[in-house]
């Protein structure tokens, strides 16, 4: 068996070209950080991609809002706390992601007194459709 097979069929689970191309040397190694089935993805033959990102100063937090899609967030820096209404809070520190579900009222914390929160979102959805819908 050659060896890059060996290697291939040893990785249960993920693509065999990716981990085949990460062992050898100087090429980049993608880390998993969420991997998750979701509902209510858009349906439409065409579909918007959005990354964005946002910075949360110490206290600061996001307006109570829902997504019409669901909504990854990775955190770069900091601590996001996020408040979903029906369902215990979320925390997550640097280098931890979530999936935000659609039609869910929501607001997210820094809760810190002291250290910036940094975050990168992405976002799938019909063209057009705003990111977030604000709740009064």
Excluded at 9 to 18: C, F, I, K, M
Aim: charged residues 20%.
């Amino acid at each position: 068996m050659h060896k890059w097979m060996s290697v291939g069929l040893g990785v249960l689970g993920v693509a065999v070209s990716l981990p085949l191309m990460a062992q050898e040397p100087g090429l980049a190694k993608p880390n998993l950080v969420l991997r998750e089935i979701v509902q209510g993805m858009p349906e439409g033959k065409t579909q918007e991609v959005r990354v964005l990102t946002a910075t949360l100063q110490p206290g600061d937090k996001t307006p109570f809002h829902t997504h019409r899609f669901p909504v990854t967030v990775y955190v770069q820096e900091g601590t996001f706390t996020l408040e979903m209404e029906g369902r215990p809070p979320v925390t997550l520190n640097a280098g931890q992601a979530m999936v935000e579900p659609p039609h869910v009222r929501m607001t997210g914390y820094n809760r810190s007194r002291t250290e910036s929160l940094r975050v990168v979102i992405t976002y799938v959805s019909d063209p057009g459709t705003p990111f977030l819908d604000p709740l009064h």
